[in-house]
């Protein structure tokens, strides 16, 4: 089956589509998609995923991801496979009373969180500061609609931290996979590099970590995204998983993310 990526350019970064296009065909709108094709969401899945899949079918094509595939990042249904590798995780305010961690937390969407607001509307504390920013989240018209989840506040290496949003720049770094395969990646807040002076080594990333992690998600998924960073104790975890379909780049060269998408895919 031919692949052809459906592309919204107004959420890409800059000179991503261009890249794109070197590597695949690419068409701006869900009717341009021709029949029998793997269609790859860049920015374009969302919001209507389900509705979106069962148009393509109609014409004999398919997301790389599924509906069901998305889900299983969206929903967080990953976190029961990693659990070990990853922060604590609740999914209600009962769930962490009922637990009786003190903290500190950090809140988020199911989908997307407040990190440019960190101080106000991600960070909390204790259980005090929890309920406050649980209910500054719920005003947000952006997260409001979604489930918010609370998780544990993990101290990770960093480089300082944002003057501005109070967010630490981590030793944190994004990749991005075909099943277990390892496409392309790059650190994470590429927009402080100037600022650090040097660039954080994506290498230093334990291959029996990654490995860890492809066992379980590439078999679940396609096309997906995965965040790690180094904790102050040495150790790694998995900040958390994207789709394939809506994660930015954040760092990952965009020549070596296409150029070995289609590799996998076209053997």
Known sequence: MKSIILFRKTLAEENEFEIAKKYFNVVEL?????????????????????????????????LINSHQEHQYIANFDYY????????KTW???AEVLADNFRGPFVLKGQTNSK???FKTHMFAKNQKEMMEVYGRLLDDTLISHQNIIVREFV?????????????????????????NVLLAKGFYWANHLEDLGFTPDV??????FLHEITKKVGLNVHFWVA?????????WT?????CGTMAGLSGVDADELYFNLAKVLNG
């Open 115 to 117: 990190k440019q607001l």
């Open 203 to 208: 290498n230093e990333i334990p291959k029996a």
């Open 30 to 62: 869900r009717s341009e998609v021709p029949k029998d094709h793997l269609v790859i969401c860049r920015y374009s899945s969302l919001p209507y995923y389900r509705e979106l899949e069962r148009d393509l079918l109609n014409v004999n094509s398919k």
């Open 80 to 87: 029961h496979d990693l659990t070990h590798l990853t922060p």
């Open 227 to 235: 965040d790690v960073a180094q904790k102050k104790d040495g150790q």
């Open 155 to 179: 101290e990770l290496e960093n480089y300082g931290t944002n003057e501005i949003t109070g967010m630490p720049i981590a030793k944190e770094f994004r990749l991005f996979f075909y099943k």
């Open 91 to 93: 999914f209600s305010l």
């Open 238 to 242: 998995v900040i958390e998983l994207n």
